[in-house]
C-alpha cells in the first residue's frame, strides 16, 4: 500500500464526508493517495494523536466537555469548535412520532435506541450521541454508519445526533425532529496542539466550517 498524503479521522458523522470530498477534489492531480477513516472518539485521539490522520473530526455535548477536554489534553490535542447546534431525533419516515413538531426522550420509550459503539471500555463521555447516559429499555449497539440508518429503518428505531445530514444518500433516508434538551453539541476538529496545519488540512476545515454554519443555522 502506498503511503497516505493527507488522512481525516472522524465519529461516524455524515457532514465531514462532503468538506473531505470537496477537498481532494479541489486538490485534484493525476496521483493521491488519501484516507477518511471512521472510528470511535478513542480512535480519533489516537490517529490525531499519532499523526496517522492530520485531523479528527468530533462532536463534544455540552455535558461531556469536562471529560472530553481532559482526554484531548492528555493525548497533545486541542478542539477547535466551528459550530454548534441542538440535538435533533432522528427517525425513519415510517415512525409514528415522525411527525411531531419536538420530541421528549419520554416519548421515544417504547422504541428501540439504536447507537455507534464505542467498545466495551470506553468512559459514557466518549459516546457520540448526546444523552447517551440515559438508560434504555431497548438499545441495540452499531459500528457502522450504514448499518444504524438501516436498523432504524428497520426496526422503526431512532437514534439522537446532531441532525446535519448532508450530502450522503443514507442520510436521506431518515427525518430529525427537535429534541426538548438544554444539551448543546459543539462541532469541530481535533489537531495536534502547537502544530501548524497543512493547506490541504486548512481547506478541509475552512469548507467544514462553511458547510456547518450553513446547515446548523438553518
Known sequence: MKPVDFAISGQHYLFDV?????????????????????RTTQGVIDDVSSGRSELGVVVVTSA??????????DAGLE???????????????????????????????????????????????????????????????????????ELIMAINGYTVTSGILVGITDGSSL???????????HLGYLARKGEALSP??????????????YYANR
Open 200 to 213: 490541504m488540512a486548512e481547506r478541509f476545515a475552512a469548507h467544514l466550517e462553511r458547510s456547518l454554519d
Open 79 to 149: 478542539f477547535k469548535e466551528l459550530a454548534a447546534s441542538a440535538p435533533r431525533v432522528a427517525l425513519p419516515s415510517s415512525h409514528p412520532l415522525v411527525n411531531a413538531k419536538r420530541l421528549e426522550l419520554e416519548q421515544l420509550a417504547d422504541y428501540p435506541y439504536v447507537y455507534f459503539s464505542q467498545g466495551p471500555d470506553a468512559p459514557l463521555a466518549f459516546y457520540e450521541e448526546a444523552l447517551s447516559n440515559v438508560e434504555r429499555a431497548k438499545s441495540v449497539a452499531c459500528t457502522d454508519r450504514a448499518s444504524l440508518t
Open 175 to 185: 427525518t430529525t425532529i427537535p429534541l426538548e434538551t438544554d444539551v448543546v453539541l
Open 18 to 38: 462532503q468538506s473531505f470530498a470537496h477537498t481532494i477534489l479541489a486538490q485534484g492531480g493525476d496521483h493521491f493517495h488519501y484516507a477518511l477513516l471512521d
Open 64 to 73: 461531556k466537555e469536562p471529560v472530553l477536554s481532559a482526554a484531548f489534553a
